[in-house]
């Protein structure tokens, strides 16, 4: 998984879009414990990004994305 420093993380929006234009429908929930967590589906398949912060939850479901291959672009 790419270790991005916070400051060069891309923005909840662009993450989002990122996700959106490859077909993922994503929502965001803050947890207890102060962590976030991101679920997104495409129909058929499930990824997930947890981070300590909102902007790093989004982009790691944006890497697990990539990852399995969904991710155009």
Known sequence: MNRLPPSTLPSVDES???LR???W???DVQLFSGAWLVSATNGENVIHGRGDNQAQAWWRAVEAARAVG???G
Do not use: D, E, K, P
């Open 16 to 18: 989002a879009a990122r």
């Open 21 to 23: 234009q490859a077909g």
């Open 25 to 27: 429908s994503a929502g």
């Open 70 to 72: 969904m991710l155009r």
